[in-house]
């Protein structure tokens, strides 16, 4: 299985930034797709941001002109620029990947669909 690790979470004022980067790992070829989601106390699992491997990316409306989203492929890493940041943000955020291409330890090719990381904390607060 394709594994995903979040980083970059912390504590930050309102209008800081923040970087998070999300890594899979594991023998992988390509990835069609990433993307960010997170979920706030009380709240259901929001999408966030996506990206495809040509680069094409997509953003929540409440977050449009102020987050970006963007992969190396080479390092099978996607990223959220996340500025302006506002304690509405507050928020798990989590990384997906769709459609990762990978070998198996016995080295078989196979594709994962749904692969999840266990998320970071994201707290915006003065």
């Known amino acids: 299985q394709v594994k995903l690790v979040e980083s970059g979470g912390g504590l930050v004022q309102p209008g800081g930034s923040l970087r998070l980067s999300c890594a899979a790992s594991?023998?992988?070829?390509?990835?069609?797709?990433m993307g960010w989601y997170r979920q706030a106390p009380g709240k259901e699992r929001e999408s966030v941001a996506g990206?495809?491997?040509?680069?094409?990316?997509n953003y929540a409306d409440s977050v449009k002109g102020r987050f970006t989203i963007s992969r190396d492929n080479a390092k099978n890493t996607v990223y959220l620029q996340m500025n302006s940041l506002k304690p509405e943000d507050t928020a798990v955020y989590s990384c997906n990947a769709d459609g990762v291409q990978y070998q198996t330890r016995w080295g078989a090719l196979q594709r994962d669909f749904g692969a999840w990381g266990q998320g970071t904390q994201v707290t915006v607060s003065s």
């Open positions: 990206i495809t491997r040509g680069g094409s990316t």
């Open positions: 594991g023998i992988i070829f390509s990835i069609d797709a």
